[in-house]
C-alpha cells in the first residue's frame, strides 16, 4: 500500500556481506540536506553482520525500510535492484552500493536539476575515484559530454563507455526519473555472476536511448576502489572480454527488437565494438594514437 504522502526520493542500497562498509554508506544517505526521501536496503542473500546492521538502521529511522529476497535467497544485482524498486514509492530514483559514499548536497542538488529540466531523466556528475580511503590517491573522473550539459539520444550511447570515449555515470552517483525506469523496464536480471560487471551497463544502455541526460561537473560520489569490487575480480579472472562479448550480443538483441533512435548508428558502434573485442592488439594501437591526435 502507497504512503499517505509518498517520498520524492527513493534511494535503493544494495548490499551482499557488506559489513565492513555498509554502515558508511548508509550515513552518507541520512546526512543528506535533502529531506524528502525513503532508503530502501535491500539484502541480497548477506551472510555476514551486514544483515542485522541494516535491521539496525530500519528499526531506528522511520525513513529506512529493509527487504529481501524469498528465503533470504541471493538472486544478483540486478534483480536486488528490482527488489527496491518494486517497494518503491519516489518520483525520483537514486542508488547507492553499499561500498560507496554519497558527497553532502547530492539529493538536493540532483533533485533541483531534475525539477528545473523537464526533459532530461538522468542526471549524474563527476565522480571520485576514492582511493586514499585506505592510502591511495583519488582522481576525478568526469562523466559523460558536454560537461554542464544535456546529451540526447542516440549521442550519448555513442558517446559514452562502451562505446565512445567519455566515461560511463556509477550506478550510485545518478537520480533517475522513475517513470524512465519503468519505461525501459528496469535492470536486466540475467547479468548475475561474473556479468555483473556489466550489469549496470545493460540498464544505461535501455535509458540512454530513453531519455536525455545531464552530465554535470560536480561531485557528489566518492566511488569507492578496492580488490573486492565485482569488476576487479572479473579482471583478475580473465573474464572481461568475454562478459563484455555478451553485452554486446544481449544490446543487439535489444535494440533490433524495439524502435530506438538512430539505430544504423548503434548497430555500427556494437560491429566496430565487436571488431575491437575479436583484435585487441590494433584496438590498443588505435585508442592510443586517437589519444596522442586528439
Known sequence: MAPS?????????????EERFLAEAVESVLAQDFANFELLLADDGSSDRSTEIAHGYAAQDGRVRYLEHEGHANRGMSATRNLGLAHAWGEYVGFIDADDRWRPGKLREQAAILDAR?????????????SSWEGGEDGLVPTGRPSDGVSAPPATTLALYPFGAAGAPCPSDVLVRRSVIDAVGGFEEQFTGPLQMY???????KAYLATKVFFSSRTWLDYRLHAASCVAE?????????????????????????????????????????????????????????????
Open 5 to 17: 504522502s509518498p517520498p520524492r526520493v527513493s534511494v535503493i542500497c544494495i548490499f551482499l556481506n
Open 234 to 294: 572479473v579482471k583478475r579472472a580473465g573474464g572481461y572480454a568475454a562478459v563484455r562479448g555478451y553485452f554486446l550480443d544481449w544490446f543487439a538483441g535489444y535494440i533490433e527488437s524495439r524502435k530506438v533512435p538512430g539505430k544504423e548508428a548503434v548497430r555500427r558502434a556494437i560491429g566496430k565494438a565487436r571488431w575491437r573485442l575479436a583484435h585487441p592488439t590494433i584496438a590498443r594501437i588505435e585508442r592510443r594514437l586517437l589519444r596522442l591526435f586528439s
Open 199 to 205: 550489469e549496470d551497463q545493460a540498464f544505461f544502455a
Open 118 to 130: 523537464s526533459e532530461v531523466g538522468i542526471v549524474c556528475g563527476t565522480v571520485n575515484y576514492w
